[in-house]
């Protein structure tokens, strides 16, 4: 038993000062409703019943009493190509190589590499990249200057496939990371990972092994890039750089999960962490800029977590549900907890709202599905959604309470929701129901629900833009500046294998028909292009200038052939 350990017990909802009071639009009769009789929040995730919910808001297909799936944060991998400042580098793990090309010039260089060069990542700002060799538990770090690329290889952990670079490309953690696809469970240990530090040349480099909570599950940084966290099943382990100057053990600082609660002062209650989170794995851990606090969150509880990371106190706040998604706004001060059971938002102020729950604010979505959120880069906005319903509206929220909450009628359901890197654009990637969109007697609304496509939205008019596709959207790009956004579509069934190029400006869509399937996309912001690998037994990559959607084409790089424009 700790003696620093709190549990904090909330009363029932209302938990302080109401943010927007009666949910959404300008119905106020519901003040303090979880839902307007929409949705029964009682155990097992909530149910949700169809037959309250008005007909316009595009719920209607979900089944009455029907126990709710947990959300769904869809991730995307984008490991290969990867672009510098001006580069562009491929793997090639069958030649042990790694081409290097100028996405000005398309001229092309073959560099060796280790063993099995396979993921990728470069660092910002530098056409430097790092390539973790899978036969040989090596990396290589390629240097591109001038036209010349230099290598130099140092030793990483065990099986790694995964690497997190620091905001200022200094450090880098290299790691196996157990939820990707892996060669099976390799003797040894989950627990190591490869701190790699960047000096001003090759010979600077260097590597320390070190040992971690068990099963690492992603790594975050400090926006200084002073310090690294590595989220692990037992707790987040703390690398402040600085310090680490050799091979050490980093104990991990426990998200309480498995601690009992002392009773302290006034308002504090004597309990025990429910049996349900004993042994859990975290479902959201989020790390404040400055690094001082992480918040987390378990799967089907309704507790929340705040970690001091210097004094490695736990906080515990009873939101009062089942706390769905988690997340951190930009600038650290706020978490958004979503309570799908209650169509609610709770705004928990960091650190002071897990000691005092008067400061909690409470946005009640009246009428409303919501069990996902997703902050914007800049802090000022989120939008409230469900993955987990055939819900086809999304709620954006104005997170300094300058407006109400507007309400977006999408017409399909969601699959997962980005911002732009302005903030300015939101991209909402849908699913589709079973059925041929073109079947004979199909009506209009079959057709979108069968399709595939995407919504944009405008955050500043609440614009939004349905795009159908003719096949799922793979990986996107939407480069530094928020003006353009790069879309694949594939099926080779049907022979499709476009990249739309979306000037987020006015949203208008142009379709780039390639020769080969699509398999990733990525910026440039050096050259001011897209580029877009290929499936192609020689290697392709199309290059895209954002602003006129001129294209040419590098084939052959994997033979060190020949270029096609």
Known sequence: MRPWLRFVMLAALPLGASWWVGGCGSDSSNEGGAGGGTFDAGAGGGRFDAGATPSDTG??????????????????????????VRAVYVANPSRDSVAVIDSQSLTIQTVEAGDGPTYLATLPGRDVALTINVNANTMTILRTEGGVTRTRQL???RN????????????????????????????????????????????ADRAVQLSVGFRPLEVIFSRNSAAGFVVTEDGVSLLRFEAITGPTIV??????????VPAADAGVVDAAVPSLERDARP???????????????????????????????????????????????????SALAVLREQSTVLRVAVPSGFDTPAQVERVALTGELVGSVTASPD???????TTAAPVERAVLLDLAGRSPPAVIRLRKTVRSVTFSPDSRTVMVVHNRT????????????????????????????RFAKLQLTPATVGPFALNADGSYAFVLLRDDSA??????????????????????????????????RAFVGQLHPEGRITFIDQATGALQSVTGFELNSRIVN
Do not use: K
């Open 251 to 260: 104990p991990s600082v426990s998200l309480g999960l498995n601690e009992f």
């Open 59 to 84: 719920n209607s297909a979900v089944d009455a009493g029907q126990p709710l799936p947990p959300e769904i944060e869809e991730v995307r991998s984008f490991e290969a190509p990867q672009a510098g």
């Open 495 to 528: 022979r499709v294998a476009t990249v739309q190029r979306v000037t987020l400006a006015n949203f208008a869509v142009q379709d780039i028909v390639l020769g080969s399937p699509p398999t990733s996309v990525g910026t440039i912001a050096g050259t001011m």
């Open 283 to 333: 479902s959201d851990v989020s790390v404040t800029p400055d690094g001082r606090y992480a918040v987390a969150r378990v799967e089907g509880s309704r507790y929340l977590r705040l970690i001091d990371l210097e004094s490695r106190q736990v906080r515990i706040l009873d939101a009062g549900a089942t706390v769905t998604d988690l997340d951190l706004t930009a600038d650290g001060r």
């Open 379 to 385: 802090g000022r906005l989120a939008v409230l959604y």
């Open 160 to 203: 790694a496939n995964a690497i997190a670079v620091a905001p200022d490309g200094r450090h880098a953690v290299v790691w196996l990371d157990t939820s990707r696809p892996n060669r099976g469970v390799p003797a040894g240990s989950f627990q190591d990972v490869t701190l790699v530090t960047f000096g001003d040349t090759p010979e």
């Open 155 to 157: 030793p990483v952990v």
């Open 434 to 461: 079973d059925g041929a969109p073109g079947a004979p007697e199909t009506d209009l609304e079959a057709q979108i629900d069968r399709a595939w496509g995407y919504t944009l939205i405008d955050t500043a008019t």
